[in-house]
């Protein structure tokens, strides 16, 4: 028994004609008589009794179409119950940010989002790039915001931004004033950098190595504003990614030249993920951010 032929014994006890029937559910006349027998033959009853060009319900016929007619108000509730709940604006979207992006790139955008959809539910969960790359995979998270590089196969990345670096160094340092700096000319500098873990650092690390610096660290954190504290104290310098710029700091900034002194930022899913509405425009709306 298939759905087809339920549609086709409910159009022609609805229009009292196998021609009618057929038009209406866009299907070849022959095509849809053959199924109606297949069917029957399938039940081993007739359910129309064919009397020249009337046709009628038989016994059996009266009996099956309700049941009929149920089966496909099923489908189709469930059919529209999914279009619904994907169209639905009262969805929920998750969403990964790296410590060194929430701060700065969330807040302005996450208010705009709740202002659009109001009704959405929307959870921020920030945490290291490991951490986010294993939610993403148990679904935990819908997407995340992390930086170049992945070397995940299993998800798919749209790159949002790239923004340069920048050298956070002591007001009295003999380089504050220049406008660029190579990282070159911080060989034998003290650092303070942020901890393992950080993709961040990671870029630093291997920004530095690739200029043949090797960094001698004296000061570890977690966050960007101890480390501008200590820059400031006179303790060491370090590397900042632009959007994490604090004027106010009293640090001087001065942008590095070097070709891998930047940071790219993304947005990652998993791939082969489907999305709901509220998804869906989270991603794309993020995507649109400068």
């Keep these: 028994m298939e ?9 022609i006890a ?17 095509s849809l008589s053959q199924q109606v027998l297949k069917l029957e033959e399938d039940l081993g009853a007739r359910l129309f ?14 009996t099956f179409l309700p049941h009929a007619r149920s089966v496909l108000n ?3 509730a469930a059919r529209s119950s999914v279009v619904d709940h994907h169209a639905d604006n009262r969805g929920s979207v998750a ?9 700065y790139l969330m807040p302005r955008y996450t208010a705009s989002f709740a202002k659009q959809y109001p009704e959405a539910k929307l959870r921020i969960v920030e945490e290291t790039t490991p951490v986010l790359v294993e939610a993403l995979r148990d679904l935990t998270i819908d997407l995340a915001i992390l930086a170049l590089p992945l070397r995940h196969k299993d998800l798919e990345w749209f790159p949002l ?17 220049v406008k660029l700096l190579g990282l070159k ?28 610096v090797t960094p001698r660290i004296a000061f570890e954190s977690d966050q960007f504003s101890s480390l501008f ?22 640090c001087r900034y001065v942008r590095l030249s070097d070709a891998r002194a930047t940071r790219t930022i993304v947005a990652a899913v998993l791939r082969g993920r489907s999305f709901n509405r509220v998804q869906q425009a989270f991603l794309a709306g993020i995507k649109r951010q400068k």
């Design 229 to 250: 504290g200590m820059v400031a104290a006179g303790v060491g310098v370090s590397l900042v990614p632009e959007m994490a710029i604090d004027r106010s700091a009293g």
């Design 14 to 30: 609805e229009t009292g004609s196998f021609s009618r029937a057929a038009e209406r559910c866009q299907v070849a006349q022959p």
């Design 49 to 62: 009794d064919r009397l020249g060009r009337s046709i009628r319900l038989t016994e059996a016929g009266r």
């Design 185 to 212: 000319d911080l060989r034998g500098e003290t650092f303070v950098m942020l901890r393992d873990g950080h993709c961040f650092r990671d870029l630093s690390i291997s920004a530095c190595t690739h200029a043949r």
């Design 3 to 11: 759905l087809h032929q339920l549609r086709y014994v409910c159009a």
């Design 161 to 177: 931004r790239t923004e340069p670096l920048f050298a956070a160094l002591p007001k009295g340092h003999p380089r504050a004033g």
């Design 74 to 76: 099923q489908i189709e």
């Design 95 to 103: 969403v990964g940010v790296i410590p060194t992006v929430a701060p």
